[in-house]
């Protein structure tokens, strides 16, 4: 097997990505009274995870096509200090694909809620970001209309343009902003 084959189906799709939290409640109202996902599990948990036992309670709020954004509240503070990753300025995040319907329903539910978003037109889509409560970075975003043709350019030019950046040319191929 070569490095650039890909195995058919081995991701179907996202399942869900999960980040630790500080309170649930506060990730509850976020994402299901102010975001419309609903929560449709909670397990509560305790098992030893990186080396100790740990108590943990992990909720998932579920997205259209059935995956899930997940999240962790550690019972012990000091697990919590541990294991939690957010960084206000990092550029980790999640992204969800939205229609342009859903991306202007979201931005109103912020509106409404007094939380600010961000928009950026990248050409290629159109996308909102906002922080979620515990720092974590959302991102909604809408394909260009021509996203297909836009895809399948990037896709017969991406191993080049990786080649290209990696050997110090880094120059922007981005031509649609």
Avoid at 48 to 63: A, D, I, P
Wanted: hydrophobic share 40%; proline share 3%.
């Amino acid at each position: 097997m070569t490095s650039n084959a890909t195995i058919t189906n081995a991701a179907l799709r996202l399942h869900h990505n999960a980040f630790v939290v500080a309170d649930q409640e506060v990730t509850r109202h976020f994402y299901e009274d102010i975001l419309g996902f609903p929560l449709v599990a909670t397990w509560c948990e305790r098992e030893h995870l990186r080396g100790k036992l740990r108590t943990y309670c992990h909720t998932f709020f579920e997205l259209a096509d059935g995956s899930a954004l997940a999240f962790f509240q550690m019972a012990d503070p000091a697990d919590h200090a541990e294991l939690a990753a957010a960084t206000p300025r990092s550029l980790n995040h999640i992204a969800v694909a939205a229609t342009a319907q859903g991306q202007a329903e979201i931005e109103a539910r912020l509106a409404h809620h007094g939380i600010a978003c961000r928009i950026v037109d990248h050409g290629y889509c159109r996308s909102l970001y906002v922080g979620d409560p515990d720092g974590m970075a959302l991102e909604f975003t809408v394909d260009a209309p021509d996203a297909a043709a836009i895809n399948e350019r990037r896709r017969a030019d991406a191993h080049d343009e990786l080649r290209r950046w990696l050997a110090g040319d880094h120059s922007p191929n981005n031509n649609l902003r």
